[in-house]
């Protein structure tokens, strides 16, 4: 598929997750998604941006899964509970983690965040592309300066 039809089949996904007309079942465990995210070749990434796209366009879920890259998967069960109750922004240790308290995170972990996220930047929409941004500037923040 050329950029241009990648782009354009994304986008039409996006779509139908944001009307609300169609669920994904990679959404019953946010958690699980993400973290297999980071195992996953390009071309599966590619099939799984619109959803990945259209979670991270609530601030909770963006920081999740974020948070979740720069830590572990038992890490980001608790922070999607916290996202899914809406008290991740009163969580203590999301709050350590945003501003890079805690143990230094794993560099493969961010560098393959980063992959990810530099991918669905290239494919969204510019109207949805400020998320991905924001997402790319922390993990690039997390990889080179984390106290």
Known sequence: MTEAG????????????????????????????????????????????????????????????LLQWATDLATGDRL?????DGSLERDQL???LKVGLGPRPDPARLDRGISIVERLTSVA???????PRFMLTWLHWARVNWP
């Open 6 to 65: 990648l782009k354009r089949r994304i986008a039409a996904e996006f779509e139908r997750y944001r009307s609300g007309r169609v669920a994904h079942p990679d959404l019953d465990d946010a958690a699980l998604f993400v973290e297999l995210l980071l195992e996953w070749s390009p071309a599966e990434v590619d099939e799984a941006a619109a959803l990945l796209l259209y979670l991270v366009q609530f601030p909770a879920a963006r920081d999740a899964a």
């Open 80 to 84: 999607w509970q916290c996202a899914a």
């Open 94 to 96: 999301a709050k350590d």
């Open 125 to 131: 929409s510019e109207q949805y592309a400020a998320a």
